[in-house]
T-cell receptor, first 114, second 110 residues
Framework: EAGVAQSPRYKIIEKRQSVAFWCNPISGHATLYWYQQILGQGPKLLIQFQNNGVVDDSQLPKDRFSAERLKGVDSTLKIQPAKLEDSAVYLC????????????FGQGTRLTVV | EDKVVQSPLSLVVHEGDTVTLNCSYEVTNFRSLLWYKQEKKAPTFLFMLTSSGIEKKSGRLSSILDKKELFSILNITATQTGDSAVYLCAVVSGSEKLVFGKGTKLTVNP
């Protein structure tokens, strides 16, 4: 079974630039999550989708972050404009049927904003 | 606001030692608690606990949940250097959110 795919693996940008991350969940998984993990901290939920609807985006900084999940499959997370404090690993995860089923994580994208 | 607190934040032990990692939580309409191991980037699933007092076991790892006192422990016996990782505790709320704690960084020295 193919896992959760994310790209790119690494990205370095200057502050005020924009960046986009892509995630392809495991086939058939209805729930997709984007987490931000700053060094030394646990993953922080940015947005959670159930199919192509948003379950929770309460911690997504909506003035600069946006995410979409077209057709309930792939998802993109965008930051525009980036700030220094956005430097982190962005993890995508998916689960079969909601948060009460095991979530599988991708390898993440390490973003460095300089 | 849903909250998951793990302790200790870091732990250094010698091979062969037994360790206990703690996770306490405050969440609206608790559904389940999960433990993950994070070695490099991607956390990998260890256990899901939904009922109090029932131990889940996998090799040298075991975990138990106390829903009355709102905590869980993860035990690792006869630790090995390969157990070195960050162990993450996460809780599923009634709104189906998956919320993580900050993790416990375990270092096992030979």
């Amino acid at each position: 079974e193919a896992g959760v795919a994310q790209s790119p693996r690494y990205k370095i940008i200057e502050k005020r630039q924009s960046v986009a991350f892509w995630c392809n969940p495991i086939s058939g998984h209805a729930t997709l999550y984007w987490y931000q993990q700053i060094l030394g901290q646990g993953p922080k939920l940015l947005i959670q989708f159930q199919n192509n609807g948003v379950v929770d985006d309460s911690q997504l900084p909506k003035d600069r972050f946006s995410a979409e999940r077209l057709k309930g499959v792939d998802s993109t997370l965008k930051i525009q404009p980036a700030k220094l404090e956005d430097s982190a690993v962005y993890l995508c995860a998916s689960s079969l049927l909601g948060a009460n089923t095991e979530a599988f994580f991708g390898q993440g994208t390490r973003l460095t904003v300089v | 606001e849903d909250k998951v607190v793990q302790s200790p934040l870091s732990l250094v032990v010698h091979e062969g030692d037994t360790v206990t990692l703690n996770c306490s939580y405050e969440v609206t309409n608790f559904r389940s608690l999960l433990w993950y191991k994070q070695e490099k980037k991607a956390p990998t699933f260890l256990f899901m606990l939904t009922s109090s007092g029932i131990e889940k076991k996998s090799g040298r790892l075991s975990s138990i949940l106390d829903k009355k006192e709102l905590f869980s422990i993860l035990n690792i016996t006869a630790t090995q250097t390969g157990d070195s990782a960050v162990y993450l505790c996460a809780v599923v709320s009634g709104s189906e959110k998956l919320v993580f704690g900050k993790g416990t960084k375990l270092t096992v020295n030979p």
